[in-house]
């Protein structure tokens, strides 16, 4: 695939990143919204086809496209399906001009110091090989940080900037995704800590590759705006974090030069039993809503 118009894409074009990439410790809870019930199904395989349907009904919905979509972030199951005989990632690209990006991490180890790391990825090289042969432009993995302990925060970055660069060496681009949970007892505490240590590693990042930063919507307005102008820094995007969609973008709106990453806030509105022209007129709906929170800053 065209690597360097994807490129073009991630860096110049208005639009959000939809993340698709819900997987076995959350897709019970993504189906249940949908309306799907847990006794729909006995096995993970039954629970993970059920998910693809609705994935392949979100990215086939007419509205799903690259003029307000930049980008989706894929399950390793969702990169390695098909959508009307065509891989998921080669779809995305070529019919709707949709970037792909494939999740890696693998969950996260018990809360310490404040904060979860990522647990070990053993199957990271097979993942990357995989993710550059279907053509896959970025990846991206999540840690977590619930409280402003400066040891537990700066370990968290350590960790992704580290994962980062493995995943640079394959000629992907690293999504860093360490969230403050929207509800740590001191949001902006620990934004302000996770601000200083990200500043902190991409000023002293080896060889000349970009990354993109994924983090919590900040408390303090515009907290990131130096690493979104950072020469290292493709793009910084924002997770919902659980903000129900009407909040969420009028968070994000306040913060110039950020766009979304939304999961949960993009699909609330969609149900298993909506009609084809329900569920894409709400998905549409979504779409416009929250591009206009990626793009409008007053």
């Not at 972030?73 to 005989?85: A, C, H, P, R, S």
């Not at 993009?266 to 416009?288: G, N, P, V, W």
């Amino acid at each position: 695939m065209p690597v360097g118009q994807m490129r073009k894409n991630m860096s110049e074009n208005a639009g959000f990143i939809a993340a698709l990439d819900q997987s076995g410790g959350s897709t019970p809870g993504a189906l249940r919204h949908y309306g799907i019930p847990d006794s729909a199904y006995s096995t993970d395989a039954q629970m993970f086809a059920l998910m693809h349907e609705m994935r392949v009904r979100v990215i086939t919905a007419p509205a799903f496209t690259g003029k307000k979509i930049l980008a989706a972030i894929l399950f390793e199951q969702t990169m390695n399906g098909l959508v009307k005989d065509t891989p998921v990632p080669t779809y995305l690209w070529r019919e709707k001009g949709v970037v792909p990006f494939l999740k890696v991490d693998k969950g996260l180890e018990p809360e310490a110091g404040g904060v979860q790391m990522m647990k070990p990825i053993p199957t990271l090289e097979a993942m990357l090989d995989q993710a550059v042969s279907k053509g896959i432009y970025g990846t991206k993995a999540r840690s977590v940080i619930r409280l402003p302990e400066r040891e537990g925060v700066a370990a968290i970055v350590k960790q992704q900037f580290a994962l980062a660069e493995q995943v640079a060496a394959r000629g992907l681009v690293p999504i860093l995704e360490p969230e403050v949970l929207i509800k740590s007892p001191d949001k902006a505490g620990a934004e302000a800590l996770l601000h200083d240590e990200l500043h902190r590693g991409l000023d002293a990042l080896p060889g000349d590759y970009q990354v993109m930063i994924k983090v919590s919507i900040p408390e303090k307005a515009d907290l990131y705006l130096d690493l979104i102008k950072h020469p290292r820094v493709q793009r910084v995007v924002a997770l919902s974090g659980g903000y129900p969609r009407d909040e969420a973008c009028e968070r994000l709106a306040k913060n110039h030069g950020m766009i979304a990453s939304f999961s949960r806030a993009l699909l609330e509105d969609l149900r298993y039993t909506m009609t084809d022209a329900e569920f894409d007129a709400a998905l549409a709906k979504s779409i416009d809503q929250i591009y206009a929170a990626s793009t409008h800053k007053d």
